[in-house]
C-alpha cells in the first residue's frame, strides 16, 4: 500500500500564489507517476498536472503557464506551485500516483483551495 499526505492548501486572494506538497510512503512503485487533479463543488476530478519518474510533465490547458509541478524522488514527494489564481482554481486538490502499468492507483485525502477576496 502507498499512502498520500497534501498539505499546503488554503485561502488565497485573486492573483496570488500557493504551493501544494504531497508526501508518499509505504511501498512506492520504483517507477511512478505523480499526479494532481482537482474537483469543484458539482464537477468532475479534472487531472491538472503530472510528472514520471523521469521527470516528463503534462499539464491541463488551464493550468499551462501558471502552475509549475515538480517531484523530489529522494522525498517522494510531489510538488504544485500555482501562481495567477483566480477563483476558477477553488477545489478539492487530490494527490494522485500510480504505477507504469497502472495496476496500483493511489489517491490522497484531498486539501481545500479557495480563491476569494
Known amino acids: 500500500q502507498v499512502q498520500l499526505v497534501e498539505s499546503g492548501g488554503g485561502l488565497v486572494q485573486p492573483g496570488g500564489s500557493l504551493r501544494l506538497s504531497c508526501a508518499a510512503s509505504?511501498?512506492?512503485?520504483?517507477?511512478?507517476?505523480m499526479a494532481w487533479y482537482r474537483q469543484a463543488p458539482g464537477k468532475q476530478r479534472d487531472m491538472v498536472a503530472s510528472i514520471s519518474t523521469g521527470g516528463n510533465t503534462g499539464y491541463a490547458d488551464s493550468a499551462k503557464g501558471r502552475f509549475n509541478i515538480s517531484r523530489d524522488n529522494a522525498k517522494h514527494t510531489t510538488y504544485l506551485q500555482m501562481n495567477s489564481l483566480t477563483p476558477e482554481d477553488t477545489a478539492v486538490y487530490y494527490c494522485?500516483?500510480?504505477?507504469?502499468?497502472?495496476?496500483?492507483?493511489?489517491w490522497g485525502q484531498g486539501t481545500q483551495v479557495t480563491v476569494s477576496s
Open positions: 509505504g511501498s512506492i512503485p520504483s517507477f511512478s507517476t
Open positions: 494522485n500516483l500510480y504505477n507504469v502499468r497502472r495496476t496500483r492507483n493511489y
